[in-house]
């Protein structure tokens, strides 16, 4: 009788568990971009709208909370606070690499561009070397973008632009080149064509990859089943909810995936796409350069070392004190050249973990700062070399 009432407690318990657990409440984040209002009365009830058709979708109850503070969301991100967001791509791209998957992206994509009044004569973006530029809010996706496409290209805007200024408001960006205070600016394509339309002296200079406006991401600690619910809520919204959202620069929504959001993940985060005074080498090129005799130096931490390398590879780690960004002091870092060549002119590659990886692009540019003239930068690294096919070993 006993184990009866025994096994009768486990079972309620056990229930009870499994209930609390179908219940518990879902924390979703809206994050809008620093051109979207966020007080209006409006906003803020389509988006509580929106939270109750997504909790009834998944038939969990889920909790909004809205900011439009693109740094304090990294930080939650980075800690895996919320279940699900709806935020600015950039937003996404950080999420991707802490544990979030996307479901889901706005239809509307928005690219960046750069544009400038007729009498600055700025054509190109190099001719805008040593101009002024206006950019909105440091943390809004333009910003994100525009600072991610610069050191793509090895640049840094503090040093490449006389001035750089942030504005909080999208609006400012556009009143500082009607003033004159600034000789270009970046901003959103759509905004930019209203603009070059209604004024006959301004210009477009560049036009960047055109990406996602926002997205969905959900914790990868949700239940798969559960992803495919708010997947499917995204993306069949009834048609009031979609004008309403569309009314707040979001709109409608299709399926997404990683590879939606890659390349805006990649920007400002990857290593540049250039180094001047390197050769960037493939994996293919990088062995056979090796089957030549050209060494190859892991400058990686001892610690990366230990969870595989490339055979033949010769560890020199590259200690890293400054800063992940092209505008950087090397001079706090530390490189052991003893290690080295001592002939400038004997070839040599660099190697890492791939193109996010800070050490071996610092490592390449320290030797052609000092006067090394065949350096090869092995920019994709240990992923690449292993997609490729060839051989890694393990320990150090």
């Known amino acids: 009788m006993r184990w009866i009432i025994t096994t009768l407690i486990t ?16 924390l979703f984040n809206v994050t809008l971009d620093y051109d979207q209002e966020r007080d209006h009365i409006a906003t803020q009830s389509v988006f509580n709208d929106l939270a109750r ?37 950039q937003l996404v791209g950080l999420a991707m690499r802490n544990g979030y998957t996307p479901v889901a992206k706005t239809e509307k994509n928005t690219r960046l561009v750069l544009v400038a009044r007729k009498s600055a004569n700025i054509k190109s973006l190099e001719g805008a070397r040593g101009k002024r530029i206006a950019l909105p809010h440091q943390e809004s996706l333009v910003s994100y973008l525009f600072k991610g496409e610069m050191n793509a290209m090895g640049l840094s805007p503090s040093t490449y632009f006389s001035r750089t200024m942030h504005m909080n408001q999208y609006g400012a960006v556009l009143y500082s ?17 209203d603009w070059i339309a209604r004024d006959q002296n301004a210009v477009l200079v560049k036009t960047f990859t055109q990406v996602p406006a926002a997205g969905v991401v959900v914790s990868d600690k949700l239940d798969g089943a559960v992803k495919d619910k708010i997947r499917s809520a995204f993306t069949q919204l009834d048609k009031d909810l979609e004008h309403r959202l569309n009314k707040v620069k979001f709109g409608s929504f299709d399926p997404a995936d990683k590879t939606d959001f890659e390349y805006v993940s990649t920007r400002g985060f990857y290593t540049p796409e250039t180094l001047p005074g390197a050769s960037i080498v493939t994996a293919e090129q990088a062995n056979k350069l090796m089957a030549q005799g050209v060494p190859l130096f892991d400058v990686r931490p001892p610690a990366h070392r230990r969870n595989g390398f490339i055979p033949g590879s010769v560890s020199v780690p590259y200690e890293l004190n400054s800063p992940k960004e092209v505008d950087y002091d090397d001079s706090v870092d530390h490189f052991d050249l003893s290690k080295l060549p001592k002939d400038k002119n004997a070839p040599m590659i660099f190697q890492c973990n791939g193109a996010e990886c800070w ?32 051989p890694v070993k393990q320990g150090s």
């Open 53 to 89: 058709f997504i909790a009834g979708a998944i038939g969990r109850p889920v909790k909004l909370v809205m900011t439009q503070n693109a740094e304090r969301v990294g930080e939650r991100i980075r800690t895996n606070t919320f279940a699900m967001l709806l935020a600015p791509a």
């Open 359 to 390: 050490f071996s692009y610092k490592a390449s540019r320290y030797l052609v700062k000092r006067g090394y003239q065949r350096v090869y930068w092995f920019r994709t690294g240990l992923p690449a070399w292993k997609a490729a096919g060839y």
């Open 177 to 193: 080149m009607d003033i004159g205070q600034a000789d270009l600016a970046a901003m959103k394509e759509d905004v930019a064509r």
């Open 11 to 26: 079972l309620l318990a056990t229930t009870t568990a499994i209930n609390v657990h179908a219940r518990e409440e879902l």
